[in-house]
């Protein structure tokens, strides 16, 4: 552990910041103090920048020998962890479909297909925004002037009661829609 700054420890040493740590199995860290600090201000610290970000744990090569021994070992080793494993091969695409709908799911974002006036086929690239998002939402991400001049939109999808539905502002996007802004 290393020590940087102008501050200075109050009322516990180093070894007590060192001790502390290791107690949240923190084995290496650059300590940066300002100020007068006690042990108490550090451990608040430590929680105060923690960030839990989405995880999933992907298994590749289940095309190899003993893959799905191993798979069988692992799936028993997290028994008890709320990580989501997804096993696959990209050798042969086994599973790749369901790993990027996985990974849209944990990470609460659609993909929504926009769709010029007169056109019969919406663009293959699709919008990405997060779940919930509005059509209004989604005219401002495409363009300023779509946003501003925004009249009405139709959807064809899963948001959509019929296709080619029209709906105003407010309407929730899904996952899949194909969206024509007015």
Known sequence: MQMIGGGTLVGCTLEDVKRLLANYRINSALLRIRG??????????LFSSLVYKPTILVANKLDVKGAEV???QLRR???DSEIPLIPISCKNNRGLERLGDF???MLRII???????GLKEPS????????GSTVIEAAKRLHSKLYKEFR???IWGPSAKYPGQRVGPTHVLRDGDIIEIR
């Open 103 to 105: 990974i849209f799911q």
């Open 124 to 131: 293959p690239k699709p919008l990405v925004i997060e779940e």
């Open 111 to 117: 993909r929504v297909y926009p769709k010029e006036p």
């Open 36 to 45: 007068k600090v006690t042990l108490e201000n550090i451990e608040e610290s």
């Open 77 to 79: 080793f997290m028994k």
């Open 152 to 154: 009405y939109a139709r």
């Open 70 to 72: 191993n798979l069988i």
